[in-house]
């Protein structure tokens, strides 16, 4: 909800449109008070908080909405920055992605090169090698995992007694 409020503050900041809508919602909010006061009619006090309700809901919806959701997770020193708007953090994020997606193609562009260079013998021993450390690194992961799941099991012990 304060991320709403905080679009619509922004907006109101940087559009007339959005200013002139919004005098016309505390307008139409003084008329409104003003009626409940004086007429003490509860349906029609009702009825203007509905057409007040549906003029704030199309109030908020920007003509370029931004993307719902969480935000990316940008990498420091971009993380440590608080005046990054909306825009600015996607588009590092995707420049990031496509550097990524890069050095991935040039690593895999050496590996194929590489390969071509070795014999037969050499693709053999090489994808020996390759596989035990495979078969290592999968060993450590399961013991790392495992170690994590004594620990909680030792914390939910410790917690219940």
């Not at 709403?4 to 007339?16: F, H, I, K, P």
């Not at 194929?112 to 050499?122: G, H, R, S, T, V």
């Not at 596989?131 to 030792?154: F, H, N, P, V």
Request: proline share 3%; aromatic share 4%; glycine share 4%.
């Amino acid at each position: 909800m304060s991320n709403v409020l905080l679009d619509v503050r922004t907006a109101l900041r940087s559009n007339a449109a959005w200013r002139s809508c919004a005098v016309q919602i505390c307008l139409v909010l003084a008329l409104t008070v003003g009626t409940l006061i004086t007429m003490k009619h509860t349906k029609l006090f009702v009825g203007v908080l509905l057409g007040v309700g549906a003029t704030v809901a199309i109030a908020q919806v920007p003509d370029n909405p931004e993307p719902v959701g969480k935000l990316p997770k940008l990498y420091k020193p971009y993380s440590l920055m608080e005046t990054l708007d909306t825009k600015t953090i996607l588009a590092i994020d995707k420049r990031h992605d496509e550097t990524l997606a890069a050095i991935k193609q040039l690593k895999q562009a050496e590996y194929d090169d590489i390969q071509a260079m070795l014999n037969d013998e050499q693709k053999a021993e090489l994808a020996e090698i390759e596989s035990q450390l495979k078969a290592e690194r999968d060993a450590y992961i399961a013991e790392r995992q495992k170690k994590k799941l004594e620990e909680r099991m030792k914390e939910k012990e410790d917690a219940g007694e």
